[in-house]
T-cell receptor, first 117, second 114 residues
Framework: NAGVTQTPKFRVLKTGQSMTLLCAQD?????MYWYRQDPGMGLRLIHY???????AKGEVPDGYNVSRLKKQNFLLGLESAAPSQTSVYFC????????????????FGPGTRLTVL | AQSVTQLGSHVSVSEGALVLLRCNYS??????LFWYVQYPNQGLQLLLK??????LVKGINGFEAEFKKSETSFHLTKPSAHMSDAAEYFC????????????FGKGTRLSVIA
């Protein structure tokens, strides 16, 4: 199992450019999440999905869009990047099978470091 | 709504000394509680979790945490710090049975001095 993978690992954008971050998990998890991590702010939830074809807003959704067309993939899009979106982005997926020993644990990807100039 | 407060953004201990990282939570329903560790330039890794089975929870790398409902706390401890424990630690809460996303504290950076 690769677990949770994120593509790309690093990216530099200019203000106004767009990009998509890809998260993939091979653990058949229903729930997936996108967080951003900023110094002194911890992890803040951007958007999440409780299943294929469904998404919901988190704490800081403005400026981002997401899609969950396939169960294993969760995409985060920035339509018009701003310097305030410079951050490290983490994807996570969660076990929702109650019989699993890892029930309710969130598994994290390695992160994508994004800089917007 | 749930929330987590981690007291101290930076904690420094000597190698071999007790590690104590503080976490207080707020939840209107019985919580699930978690501690995650993040090593430099890596993602988050689960250290331990409380799911109501036992109030004293043992995790990886010698860490443990005790759930105290009366104090709404879930402090993380380790009897003897190692240099390899230097990392950032995050406390997180969700509801039971786990329908809401995890809410994270702002993190505590642990430094270990030789």
């Amino acid at each position: 199992n690769a677990g949770v993978t994120q593509t790309p690992k690093f990216r530099v954008l200019k203000t106004g450019q767009s990009m998509t971050l890809l998260c993939a998990q091979d653990m058949n998890h229903e729930y997936m999440y996108w967080y951003r991590q900023d110094p002194g702010m911890g992890l803040r939830l951007i958007h999440y999905s409780v299943g294929e074809g469904t998404t919901a807003k988190g704490e800081v959704p403005d400026g981002y869009n997401v899609s969950r067309l396939k169960k294993q993939n969760f995409l985060l899009g920035l339509e018009s990047a701003a310097p305030s979106q410079t951050s490290v982005y983490f994807c996570a997926s969660r076990v929702t099978t109650r019989t699993s020993g890892t029930y309710n644990e969130q598994f994290f990807g390695p992160g994508t470091r994004l800089t917007v100039l | 709504a749930q929330s987590v407060t981690q007291l101290g953004s930076h904690v420094s201990v000597s190698e071999g000394a007790l590690v104590l990282l503080r976490c207080n939570y707020s939840s209107s329903v019985p919580p699930y509680l978690f501690w995650y560790v993040q090593y430099p330039n890596q993602g988050l890794q689960l250290l331990l979790k409380y799911t109501s089975a036992a109030t004293l929870v043992k995790g990886i790398n010698g860490f443990e945490a005790e759930f105290k409902k009366s104090e709404t706390s879930f402090h993380l401890t380790k009897p003897s710090a190692h240099m390899s424990d230097a990392a950032e630690y995050f406390c997180a809460v969700s509801d039971q049975p786990g329908n809401t996303p995890l809410v994270f504290g702002k993190g505590t950076r642990l430094s270990v001095i030789a």
